[in-house]
């Protein structure tokens, strides 16, 4: 029987303590414990505390994570005071309560000494192997776990990838990184390993992060009233507290340890178009073709296995792609680019010596037919790159290429190699790198049983396939991103993979893999978007219309108005379902998509002004509504709507055949984006949802910045224009950012960040523009303001100098309808608009 997290009575396992002694360090604490166990805790910050744990043994003086970005931390003040009952350890923000016998760890808050988030019973360890039975992988280890008080009112969110709800309370979770084709709510695991999550009580928050890539287990109290547990087959108890109260100060410091997502190229923003099939050339050709014709915007054409040579990875079938460097630059000029996919699955090619020597010498390899020899196995093999079973035979599993074999990607020099082997695409004009298969799939059997006596080097430990399958994919993925920055240093590299663990944001952008074209896949998009926003991933998406089985125009529609707005918009579909492409159901159809996307375009100075915001902060795009209103009890397990940034809420329609919703605001003033129309946030509205029309709102003191319509980034000048949306007091404020969008530059400020200011009251009307910050310089433009208000004003003054009423184009002012729109020189300086 398959082991489920339900059955796992944890109750009867070993518990660690008590305390018998403890020694203090700079930033740590480690307890000694009766029963030979070590506890350390290590203060990283005010608001990071890390605990780690030996169970019966001392502490392995080897710790090592590839999830881990930064272990420099600036020396935090704390103190220790001790009672015969407990020792306290106090930082700025948290107090650290040690209860010794049992050894029981509760963190306060250190202001308020409230408790935020205490143990329910000691540490736990399988000492007499009663799990053993129920283990996914009895010789992975040995079971570990902690159990934590389950508030009556706590509410969690997070875990990454889950095919779930929002809020997690009551529900259990496994992490075993798996293909999962297909997947609807409830199915897990899926693809991802992020062990961390939030806990939400009365408005406070706070952050764990399980670090330890075995099989784990988390449960928020599925079947017990009295606890929320988490545990893993194998490895250490190690984990990370982190104190809020802020969400979003949780998810910033997640991002300092565990690293921040890199800026992508802008154009990842634009619209994408994939599908399972797409080949030959011509036929990628006249997919293009059609988005032009069409008026439809287009940044990136996705390329899947098809393009390869038998499957083989880094290789082009010359047949169905004789020249991909000149195809790749006919897409350039009409501003689309190439991605391609790329599979784990070396195909396994073994060949005779003499083989060998009519193996090619050529530059480019990859467009040779590789029939007795191919390059990428006979260098993998010759280095000994490839993944070994624990009696030393190659191991060979059964993807697309048939028998294939599989890179160890704890070999450094084996990451090296690989991220090189990307020329074989950049040489050919490609732009980015899909990353498919990483969990990594083995069609000989899909759990992963087939792989559990894999061993991978993982520096120079030589560990098992149990601690090691769910940190593949991040490898991968660290592979080629340094690959492509190596071979491309001027250009950010974009990557997006299936599968992952945390940290995963330093390397790579995601999807949630294959998804179905049904109402109720398209139901998950918001949930699994809003998770994975707050598991530190920022940058995700999901296949635009569903990926396996048949849609229709309506539910086309609808997926593209919740991903009209995620980071990653790409409709894409698997090869034997019916084609979905935007004019596939016909011009009603195609003309609202067209609307979404075009709108998309227009919206990009503040969807990138937002991503720069998850780049630098960890807090990301795609939000819940909790994230932004935690105080809100409304919003805990809110998930049909969803936020971009602070300011723009969107409640789609997920169902057939409804036009009209149901749609909370939080409090204050919201302005409906359609119609302008005001209301009083604190309430739910209900809304006119016609397929033309997702309800969209405005938040009250907001500025939205907008860019031209365009078909492909970097079309048209990226000319500003401000849309004031003021609040209850008349004000309004934002800040855009800008780059060039393409190179490195921006991590050495070579930006440009402009703040804003709005004031209306009465008739006294007032902008005010900050002088911009950061050593980036636009291109030549104007920049326009836009005020929704049927005053007509006497003078509009710049910096104090009147400037004229003009006809609609040109610097000046001028009246359209109930807006006023005032458009400046953009200087690059500070000024002072005043409307009279
Ligand atoms: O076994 O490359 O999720 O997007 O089209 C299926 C073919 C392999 C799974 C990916 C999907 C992709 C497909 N791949």
Not at 394 to 401: A, H, Q, S, T
Request: hydrophobic share 35%; with cysteine.
């Amino acid at each position: 029987m398959a082991v489920c997290a339900n059955s796992q009575d944890i109750t009867g396992l070993e518990k660690i303590g008590p305390v018998v002694s403890f020694t203090k360090s700079v930033n740590a604490v480690t307890l000694n414990c009766a029963d030979g166990s070590q506890v350390k805790l290590t203060m990283l910050a005010p608001d990071l505390i890390r605990v780690r744990a030996s169970f019966a043994k001392p502490m392995s003086p080897h710790d090592h994570s590839w999830a881990i970005a930064r272990d420099n931390w600036d020396t935090t003040r704390w103190r220790l005071t001790e009672s015969p009952e407990s020792i306290s350890i106090t930082t700025e923000e948290v107090e650290v309560v040690i209860h010794r016998s049992p050894l029981l760890i509760s963190f306060r808050d250190a202001r308020t000494r409230e408790v935020i988030n205490a143990d329910e019973r000691p540490m736990m360890y399988d000492a007499k192997g009663t799990l053993a039975g129920m283990m996914f992988d009895p010789n992975a280890g040995m079971f570990v776990a902690a159990a934590k008080k389950l508030g009556f009112d706590e509410h969690f969110y997070g875990l990454g990838e889950k095919a779930a709800r929002l809020d997690k309370r009551r529900g259990s979770f496994v992490n075993w990184n798996s293909d999962t084709p297909g997947y609807t709510e409830g199915k897990d695991p899926i693809y991802q390993t992020i062990p961390f999550y939030l806990g939400l009580e009365h408005g406070s928050a706070y952050g764990i992060f399980f670090d330890n890539s075995y099989r784990s287990y988390f449960n928020f109290g599925s079947n017990s009233q009295e606890r929320a547990w988490f545990g893993a087959e194998g490895g250490e108890m190690n984990y990370y507290f982190f104190y809020g109260p802020a969400i979003k100060k949780i998810l910033s410091r997640y991002a300092d340890l565990t690293g921040h997502m890199p800026l992508p190229p802008l154009w990842a923003l634009g619209n994408q178009q994939s599908r399972w099939g797409y080949y030959p050339d011509t036929m990628v050709e006249r997919v293009v073709s059609e988005y032009r014709q069409r008026d439809l915007p287009l940044d990136v054409v996705h390329l899947d296995i098809d393009y390869m040579n038998g499957y083989r990875v880094f290789t082009w079938n010359t047949q169905r792609f004789p020249r991909p460097k000149e195809m790749s630059e006919q897409l350039i000029k009409q501003g689309v680019k190439v991605i391609t996919i790329v599979d784990p699955g070396v195909k396994y090619q073994p060949h005779s010596p003499v083989a060998r020597e009519q193996a090619s010498n050529s530059r480019n390899p990859e467009l040779e037919p590789q029939p007795k020899s191919y390059y990428v196995f006979d260098q993998g093999l010759e280095k000994n790159y490839f993944q070994h079973r624990k009696d030393a035979k190659l191991f060979i599993p059964k993807v697309w290429p048939g028998e294939s074999v599989f890179v160890d990607y704890t070999l450094p020099e084996a990451r090296t190699w690989w991220g090189d082997l990307h020329r074989a695409y950049l040489d050919n004009g490609v732009a980015g790198i899909w990353n498919d298969m990483n969990e990594p799939s083995d069609f000989v059997d899909q759990t992963g049983k087939n792989q559990l006596d894999v061993i991978s080097y993982d520096e120079g430990e030589r560990s098992s396939h149990a601690k090691n399958r769910n940190v593949f994919a991040l490898l991968m993925a660290r592979a080629t991103y340094e690959g492509l920055a190596r071979l491309r240093p001027n250009l950010r590299p974009y990557v997006i993979t299936r599968a992952a663990y945390a940290g995963i944001q330093r390397y790579s952008t995601m999807w949630t893999g294959d998804t179905n074209s049904t109402w109720d896949s398209l139901a998950l998009n918001i949930p699994m978007f809003t998770t994975l926003g707050l598991s530190g991933e920022p940058f995700i998406g999901s296949d635009v219309g569903g990926f396996m089985g048949r849609g229709n125009g309506e539910l086309l529609v609808r997926s593209y108005q919740v991903s009209f707005l995620a980071p990653f918009c790409r409709n894409h579909k698997v090869i034997d379902a019916y084609d979905q492409e935007p004019w596939r159901f016909g011009k009603y159809y195609e003309d609202i998509i067209r609307k979404y996307l075009k709108l998309r375009y227009r919206l990009l100075p503040f969807l990138y002004t937002t991503l720069e915001e998850a780049h630098r902060t960890g807090v990301p795009l795609f939000r819940p509504l909790v994230l932004n209103y935690q105080n809100d009890a409304s919003t805990y397990n809110l998930d049909d709507e969803f936020m971009i940034g602070d300011d723009l809420l969107v409640a789609p329609v997920l169902r057939p055949d409804v036009t009209r919703r149901m749609v909370y605001l939080p409090e204050g003033k919201w302005y409906d984006y359609w119609t302008n129309k005001e209301h009083k946030g604190g309430s739910v509205v209900s809304v006119d949802a016609p397929l033309e029309t997702v309800p969209m709102f405005v938040r009250g003191g907001s500025i939205l910045p907008l860019g031209p319509e365009m078909n492909y980034v970097g079309e048209k000048i990226p000319e500003p224009s401000f849309v004031i949306y003021p609040d209850e007091q008349g004000e309004a404020a934002t800040s855009l950012y800008e780059d060039d969008g393409l190179t490195p530059e921006y991590a050495n400020g070579v930006y440009r960040r402009t703040s804003l200011r709005f004031s209306g009251k009465q008739k006294q009307i007032q902008i005010s523009i900050s002088a911009p910050e950061g050593k980036f310089r636009p291109q030549p433009r104007t920049i326009s303001f836009v005020i929704s208000t049927t005053l007509s004003p006497g003078t509009v003054l710049l910096d104090r100098q009147p400037i004229p009423r003009v006809a609609d184009g040109g610097t000046g002012w001028f009246k359209s309808g109930g807006t006023l729109i005032i458009r400046i020189p953009d200087d690059g300086r500070a000024h002072n608009i005043e409307i009279q």
